[in-house]
């Protein structure tokens, strides 16, 4: 019975009538045809992940060329289980073949928490006698143990537990009544979870109690906010409406939109996955590669305070949890207005069956103010343009924290990631008159929000006309020269200090504010006609802080690729995840990831090469009152901007607002006026 | 007869139905008041500047507490003026009392170059002897004079002419055809313009020199584009309405929206001025002050090119030319969308005549996206709140650059100014295969487009919670003790470390990168209940380069203001330029403005005392040909934002777009929507 499901399966996917694109996510047919594949050979497995194994570069660099001649990659299923006995096993199925490929056991090692990991875990800790006990002690009888509730984290990592038992931490909360933000109420004892044995199997007490907080309620619910005066009422509506549909189109996953292509696929840990962002340049009357792949690959949140165990307070939010996983079901004209087009999300659960997330990703334009404009003095003849943009966006929530995820397209062949981080603060308990010592903030009586860091880990896999790329640090510098001197008289001279990667282990960076350092990723075989540089997309990052976390300390080994703002190394098909494939309960001794891969071939040249620039930002944040008990959306963008790659501004084709020239002008001629916008008034 | 229209204007201004707010700019009438006065006393003048003197802070902050019983402070007119014989005087008249309250000639100075100033100047340099043998030089006949065209800049300073001389320098260019773009064309000498004897008066000629460019027009007007393949056909109208009008309200100039009230004013250097900036705290029931005042008071943009006379390319715009001088009338749908509400600015012309900029200053409203979200992962209750600003703008063109500069206010408390940067970029020719030595780029072949920074200052006046305020340098820094240490076991140990600035001469900092220090403007005196901490707007600002002129340079002399990206100072009612009140032609011996201020009054205590804030931001500018021949907007965004000033998020009002507690979740209902927006579509 179980070979005939997989055999009906197997025809169902060969009879889809569009093909998949060699890099779509894995459709709920193609995830269930792996699972019964699996199930038929290894019986009942729980499924952590099952994803598209993304094809070799080569091979799909030459698909992507040639699709018509090309033989079209497999589609191969990446998969990762746990066996009913707790054994991690990794595998690869070939779903054209129908056919596992490859199946193995991996030792101590813990994949990713999932959603449904996390949800068993709650149930666990309200009938522990351990945890009831605790909570008895700061105030909570037995018979409220309803109201007691946590955010399960990763344990991240606890020398006393290692990495071969399957663990959680799980933050305490509790809520007088269900609708009450749990936040103001954090408890102050830390119960830990095994996920293989589903019970706790130590709690971390401190020495210090903190008794439930008996602070009322900081709530943001509709009730509460109406019993607290009520919302305001003068707010007019602002309607978005595109009357004759959107500019953009789409064939399967590949949008095309003012001159851009894009494919857009989507995994379970790093939510959206740009492939083959390509621009098509008018000049050369082509499509020009840009970027091979896009996306957020890990980050990290360290958190500051020192007291134990808060050292393990520096979530992995996409290897630990899943980007992808703990993405939103949107909602039309409340994440997005305007015409939105939607794309779901199918994963795996853990039987095996599939499962969508309807309305992960959202695709809409936005009017973006002034594309270009400019006034001659002398008679005011004009050109004003307005701006569009296109908007590719998921938003996901790590338990307290939402991130807004916004990749955006630009018609001046600018590409920004604008990420809001907003949802709630992290929080601890403390007693009334207790010193933060710094490590925090009091937001509300009885609430410490812990001073934090966001990092992320942006990977960006150029392929700038071409696959062979190099990457530039460009430092603003003083010209040689003292004041006075012949070649400097007047003190004035600047320019833009290059200096080229030419190894992994010479490329690692620090961001540096003073000489507004950005990195160029160049194609030296490219050279511009008029500029004789080489064509180039700009690295633009302003919110760069140092990782916090000491030198040696654990978040430093766990999170190598966080040590420095750059690195940069030769492409790899394996190298994906910059902490490593399974990041929960790593020690960091060896770092995984980014560090092992520089090691394991420091001088491997990554000049004119196939490369892989990873780009670690974000911000520190020092929580403030005015962050809870919600936080307004803090954003944050990172812009990959051409310079000498276009001729010149290729937005110059975007039909202007308004123009009129200074002939116009002395003729008394009105201009043109092609402003699609007839809808604004004066008020 | 001119005693007549004296007394006629100064009765048509007394009977001005609803009398101006102390800080609305001069109107028109006011303006010819002033003028009239003057003429009748002093015979003709040439009119630099007539605009408002704002009444001295201690006497405004005492009315505007009270309006109904404190004296409305006086109407008084600054005035500066050029004789017919070209002395300079300064001086004040009062138009309460319709008298000159002060008035002296200012030897050694030059006030800025008027829009008119520049205009006349291509005039004369077409038919200039000297002018005309040099274009012949470089190809250019005598009867093509008519194509040659000049932006005339401020000369800067040059030690050769020092200041009693009122002079300008002419950037050549030519014109094949009347609306070909001339910056293609640059031509390689300078010609210095006499503004009083009308004349040029020498010519910089460079050693090597540079023919008129023969390279075929580069350009992106209407006829070109349409020539050049046409435009893009595929753009869908976006529309944005608002069916039930604007969301503000406005008395006079003094603005209301979500709980922000702005007096929005406006003068021919800063152009926008804001003023007594306030919010109103529900928890607090009252209008809270924030910021007295906040402008761009001054700005410079040196160029990187150290060979002669490219320093004396280093534009003070607003000091020099005035960013009100210079600012566009806005037209609907082209500059903004939706419903917008215009402000015109009066000015006073050459001749004493009011002139008037229509719609200098346009408000509207935008969708700001999520203002914020959360979602609870049990259960998917979820609450998202949309967000709108509130946008105060105004675009100014300084010859070949246009700079937009909108003040946005944000419904959380924060306050942002962003500041979008287009228009063309100087250019200057070079030779088939000239080197640029690294100070330019050639963006299109025989255009070399010089290097150049863009660093603007925003003087803060702030008012937090009252007048007394403190300024704290804020560093992200790692905690004590190493790894291992019992106090710091983990490594993980970081803070927020608080430099508090106490005197002027210590409160000169650069912008650190790796710490992300941002500075806290607060009110030591007034305590947040819950973190302890006093009530704050934190200045964040990312875009912070290193002023590149040397130490001891030519720009670094005249532009103290920007040697630092924060200068504190203890108030002072005169002290609003930081480059000095008459910028043109200063030779920085000694700097005018801030540092001059600094000198003068080294160890002012400036730690809870009355103070101004200066901030110097922008951006260093390596050209592209993606920049040419029009540049694609470069935003750059400066943000105050509220930090244990609210009790909480002050937002937490402001209507949800979609909004479910966990018991609705549970009780199978649908939650509290009341989003405004029922336009959004799916596609």
């Known amino acids: 019975m179980v070979l005939e499901r997989v055999k009906q399966l197997a025809q169902q996917v060969s009879n889809t009538v569009s093909p998949p694109h060699p890099l779509d996510p894995l459709s709920a047919l193609e995830i269930e045809s792996a699972v019964s594949l699996l199930r038929a050979q290894h019986g009942k497995l729980y499924y952590n992940a099952v994803t598209l194994l993304e094809p070799p570069k080569e091979q799909m660099v030459k698909w992507l060329a040639d699709p018509e001649h090309t033989q079209t990659p497999h589609r191969i299923a990446d998969i990762v289980v746990i066996s009913t006995d707790g054994k991690v096993f990794d595998g690869h199925v070939d779903l054209n073949e129908q056919k596992v490929i490859s199946w193995a056991a991996t030792p101590n090692v813990q994949p990713l928490i999932t959603m449904e990991d996390l949800q068993i875990v709650e149930h666990i800790v309200r009938t522990d006698p351990g945890v009831i006990e605790q909570c008895a002690l700061i105030g909570i009888p037995r018979e409220d143990m309803h109201k007691v509730y946590c955010d399960p984290w990763t344990i991240g990592y606890d020398e006393r537990f290692?990495?071969?038992?399957?663990?959680?931490?799980?933050?305490?909360?509790?809520?007088?009544?269900?609708?009450?933000?749990?936040?103001?109420?954090?408890?102050?004892?830390?119960?830990?979870?095994?996920?293989?044995?589903?019970?706790?199997?130590?709690?971390?007490?401190?020495?210090?109690?903190?008794?439930?907080?008996?602070?009322?309620?900081?709530?943001?619910?509709?009730?509460?906010?109406?019993?607290?005066?009520?919302?305001?009422?003068?707010?007019?509506?602002?309607?978005?409406?595109?009357?004759?549909?959107?500019?953009?189109?789409?064939?399967?996953?590949?949008?095309?939109?003012?001159?851009?292509?894009?494919?857009?696929?989507?995994?379970?840990?790093?939510?959206?996955?740009?492939?083959?962002?390509?621009?098509?340049?008018?000049?050369?009357?082509?499509?020009?590669?840009?970027?091979?792949?896009?996306?957020?690959?890990?980050?990290?949140?360290?958190?500051?305070?020192?007291?134990?165990?808060?050292?393990?307070?520096?979530?992995?939010?996409?290897?630990?949890?899943?980007?992808?996983?703990?993405?939103?079901?949107?909602?039309?004209?409340?994440?997005?207005?305007?015409?939105?087009?939607?794309?779901?999300?199918?994963?795996?659960?853990?039987?095996?069956?599939?499962?969508?997330?309807?309305?992960?990703?959202?695709?809409?334009?936005?009017?973006?103010?002034?594309?270009?404009?400019?006034?001659?003095?002398?008679?005011?003849?004009?050109?004003?343009?307005?701006?569009?943009?296109?908007?590719?966006?998921?938003?996901?929530?790590?338990?307290?924290?939402?991130?807004?995820?916004?990749?955006?397209?630009?018609?001046?062949?600018?590409?920004?990631?604008?990420?809001?981080?907003?949802?709630?603060?992290?929080?601890?308990?403390?007693?009334?008159?207790?010193?933060?010592?710094?490590?925090?903030?009091?937001?509300?009586?009885g609430v410490n929000a812990h001073n934090h860091q966001h990092l992320f880990c942006l990977r960006i896999d150029p392929s700038v006309d071409g696959q062979k790329n190099t990457v530039f640090q460009v430092d603003a510098e003083r010209g040689p020269g003292e004041v006075g001197s012949e070649e400097n008289f007047y003190g004035n001279a600047f320019y833009a200090k290059k200096t080229k990667y030419t190894t992994a282990t010479q490329a690692k960076a620090n961001y540096e504010g003073s000489t507004s350092r950005t990195w160029d990723i160049s194609n030296e075989n490219k050279i511009h006609p008029y500029s004789k540089k080489p064509s180039t997309y700009k690295l633009v990052s302003r919110e760069v802080p140092d990782l916090l976390p000491k030198e040696g300390s654990l978040v430093w080994k766990r999170a190598g690729f966080a040590r420095h703002a750059v690195h940069v190394t030769k492409y790899d098909d394996s190298q994906i995840h910059p902490a490593g494939r399974h990041v929960p309960q790593t020690s960091g001794e060896p770092s995984a990831g980014l560090p092992a891969w520089i090691a394991a071939n420091p001088s491997a040249n990554i000049a004119n090469e196939d490369i892989v620039l990873w780009h670690t930002f974000g911000l520190t944040h020092f929580p403030a009152p005015e962050d809870f008990p919600v936080m307004p959306a803090e954003p944050m963008t990172v812009l990959l901007r051409p310079r000498n790659f276009f001729l010149r501004n290729p937005a110059l084709d975007v039909p202007p607002s308004y123009a009129r020239t200074p002939s116009q002008v002395a003729a008394g001629k009105s201009g043109c006026n092609s402003c699609v916008d007839k809808t604004s008034v004066q008020v």
């Open 162 to 445: 290692g990495t071969s038992v399957r663990l959680q931490q799980a933050l305490m909360y509790y809520r007088p009544h269900v609708d009450d933000s749990q936040y103001s109420y954090a408890l102050d004892f830390c119960p830990i979870y095994d996920s293989n044995l589903q019970k706790i199997i130590h709690i971390d007490v401190p020495k210090v109690r903190r008794p439930v907080n008996q602070a009322p309620p900081n709530n943001y619910d509709v009730k509460s906010i109406e019993a607290q005066g009520g919302f305001r009422t003068d707010l007019k509506p602002i309607n978005i409406t595109q009357p004759e549909g959107v500019s953009f189109s789409l064939k399967g996953r590949t949008i095309e939109w003012q001159n851009w292509s894009i494919h857009i696929g989507f995994n379970y840990r790093e939510g959206i996955v740009l492939n083959n962002i390509s621009y098509f340049d008018k000049n050369e009357n082509k499509l020009r590669p840009i970027f091979y792949r896009l996306s957020l690959a890990e980050m990290v949140v360290p958190y500051g305070n020192p007291e134990h165990p808060h050292q393990r307070k520096h979530a992995f939010d996409l290897g630990e949890y899943g980007g992808g996983y703990m993405t939103n079901s949107l909602s039309l004209g409340c994440d997005c207005k305007g015409s939105i087009h939607y794309m779901d999300f199918d994963f795996v659960n853990r039987a095996g069956a599939a499962s969508t997330i309807k309305n992960a990703v959202c695709i809409h334009e936005e009017d973006n103010g002034i594309l270009f404009k400019h006034t001659d003095f002398r008679d005011d003849s004009v050109i004003v343009t307005r701006a569009r943009k296109l908007i590719i966006s998921h938003i996901f929530t790590a338990a307290n924290y939402e991130y807004c995820v916004y990749w955006i397209f630009h018609q001046d062949g600018t590409i920004q990631l604008e990420i809001k981080l907003t949802g709630i603060l992290n929080t601890y308990p403390m007693n009334p008159g207790e010193d933060t010592k710094g490590w925090g903030t009091e937001v509300y009586p």
